[in-house]
């Protein structure tokens, strides 16, 4: 070897020692990233098992772009896009840090959780960092708390009975109990979870069997679910109600010993319009009672904004006012493994290759009925003027389905109790041509003639339309519905809402769009809790109350722009 050739085997060796580490780095770099991929699932030890039930692969094939559907924003869109990196996925798919990533996902028990951000769009309304800080808060409290945890049972079994130390206890509990439909149930469950984080307290819901199959757990490590052993249910004689100790101790310093547990009534039947729960000093006096038990069927979520000790916090939470169910109904309702594959089939079989999906939401209250061919009339005047859908051309004999399968389409989800909607609607679209061609379908996924709120299987299929409803583009919906505000929320959507109509004659306009996508309090209070007996209106005191479009004494949180 000359000096020439051992010189270049040195530089040789030098290069090696260089080349190896970033050689080394780099592959490591890329298969990390090929482990870290955005569908775990697909690739974790419980792939079996999910299998037997696939989530539509999100691949870079045409497939994904048929989950979202077509229409401009498709987020499977984006990931056949190879900028999206992995963390935007991440973000999506954990509701840009509303959902805790503590959950076990591979046990495969709340499938929606994982799955649902590619059915639905990204929310243009990002959480605070400050609720999201309030949510993990709040988890460590219910995992502290929660039943049968070791503070639970030393509260809770004590025959019943509190002394004068527990109130100051760290555990406190807040129990939600059922009134109404399910819409009325999940506006009162997100309202009732904020008061529970505004005053440190412990969520516990009251679910009957018409209710345990629709959800999925929202906590990490500790159920919601009030054990049956609670002790409330077996001796209610310690039992008192908010207006009796409101009675006793309002105002003064009376010396008697408050409840342990304390029977909160807000249902627009027991005092509507009339209790002080949005006063200072009823939270005041609220807040040493180490049980609430809850029952409304109102979203009271104003009322917490009326509190002045509450609203700088909730401000601090909410600076999008409206986005208050938004956020906090994306965090506690997933859909249940059994609901979740009735929403995924639904979706796979009717709204994944539609340009455009519609929902169309109709709640005829049995008061002021009008004919079910006025509301389809009043239906399709709102669709066409607000150009949700095409005008029908009734000149032109309906086209075979053959010669239209490369029009756009749109698929109309029809949400009612009645099935003459969906049929006539239907038949009208199958019937006719429409005068931009594009193809009109309509499903209605179920017909169940009345109202069942005691039935499990009933409400699951509420719950499967109203998610179906909140995946929708756009929404119509009906006055004064609970039901329709849960999807509208969900959605992020601004309704059209359908006026009320009186016998042949379509309102004129026949719907109007809803300011805000929060839902509506329909009685909210009206005294003043500075001056004794004066009523007021509360829109007149704060700026971000409006009164609503379909109830016109209900009051909705808007957003109001700086
Ligand atoms: P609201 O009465 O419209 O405010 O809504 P709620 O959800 O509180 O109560 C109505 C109940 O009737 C629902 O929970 C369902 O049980 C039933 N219901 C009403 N409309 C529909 C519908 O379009 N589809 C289904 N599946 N059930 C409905």
């Known amino acids: 070897m000359n000096n020439k050739t051992r010189l270049s085997f040195t530089t040789f060796l030098s290069l090696c020692f260089i080349a190896f580490p970033i050689l080394l780095t780099f592959t490591l770099i890329h298969h990390n990233s090929f482990i870290f991929q955005p569908f775990p699932n697909i690739i974790d030890k419980h792939q079996h098992r999910i299998s037997q039930h696939p989530p539509p692969t999100p691949t870079t094939t045409t497939t994904s772009s048929h989950i979202i559907g077509t229409k401009n924003h498709s987020f499977a869109n984006q990931e056949n896009d190879s900028h999206v990196s992995s963390t935007t996925i991440a973000n999506h798919k954990f509701l840009d840090g509303l959902l805790p990533s503590t959950f076990d996902e591979g046990s495969g028990s709340c499938l929606s959780r994982y799955h649902s951000y590619l059915y639905r769009k990204p929310s243009p309304h990002k959480p605070t960092a400050y609720f999201i800080s309030k949510l993990r808060n709040y988890e460590h409290l219910h995992t502290l708390c929660g039943p049968h945890t070791h503070s639970y049972n030393k509260i809770m079994t004590k025959d019943a009975k509190f002394t004068k130390n527990d109130a100051s206890t760290k555990c406190k509990y807040l129990v939600w109990t059922a009134s109404n439909g399910l819409g009325n149930r999940m506006l009162t469950l997100a309202a009732v979870f904020l008061y529970a984080i505004l005053t440190d307290r412990v969520l516990l819901v009251k679910f009957g069997d018409d209710m345990l199959g629709l959800f999925c757990e929202p906590f990490p490590h500790s159920s919601w679910l009030l054990p049956r052993d609670f002790p409330y249910w077996k001796d209610r004689k310690h039992i008192q109600t908010y207006e009796n100790v409101l009675m006793k101790h309002g105002g003064n310093n009376s010396k008697e010993l408050l409840p342990s547990f304390l029977i909160l009534n807000l249902q627009h039947t027991h005092d509507g319009h009339n209790n002080f729960f949005h006063c200072d000093y009823s939270q005041e006096l609220l807040h040493k009672v180490p049980v609430l038990i809850l029952s409304s069927d109102q979203y009271f979520v104003p009322s917490l904004f009326m509190i002045p000790s509450f609203r700088q916090d909730l401000s601090k939470m909410f600076p999008e006012k409206d986005t208050v169910f938004h956020h906090i109904g994306r965090y506690l309702f997933h859909p249940s493994n059994e609901a979740w594959e009735l929403i995924t089939k639904f979706h796979e079989t009717h709204f994944a290759k539609a340009n455009e999906r519609i929902g169309v939401q109709i709640r005829v209250f049995n008061t002021h009925k009008a004919p079910h061919q006025t509301i389809i009339n009043e239906i399709i005047a709102c669709s066409v003027k607000h150009k949700l859908l095409p005008e029908l051309d009734l000149q032109k004999p309906a086209e075979a389905a053959s010669v239209l399968k490369n029009q756009t389409s749109k698929a109309v989800l029809v949400a009612s109790l009645f099935s003459e909607y969906g049929d006539k609607l239907r038949a009208l679209y199958l019937r006719n041509t429409t005068v931009t061609n594009e193809v009109v379908r309509v499903y209605q996924p179920s017909h169940e003639e009345r109202q069942k709120s005691s039935n499990g299987m009933h409400n699951i299929k509420a719950w499967t339309e109203i998610y179906l409803l909140s995946l929708c583009d756009s929404l119509i919906t009906s006055r004064k519905s ?81």
Request: glycine share 6%; with cysteine.
């Open 482 to 562: 609970t039901f329709g505000y849960v999807a509208q929320s969900l959605g992020g959507l601004k309704p059209l809402i359908l006026q009320r109509a009186f016998g042949e004659t379509i309102p004129n306009p026949p719907c109007q769009r809803a300011r805000s996508m929060e839902p509506c309090f329909h009685y909210p209070p009206k005294y003043d809790c500075s001056r004794s007996n004066t009523t007021v209106d509360f829109t007149s005191l704060f700026h971000d109350m409006m009164h609503c479009e379909d109830v016109s004494s209900g009051l909705r949180m808007v957003n109001i722009k700086h």
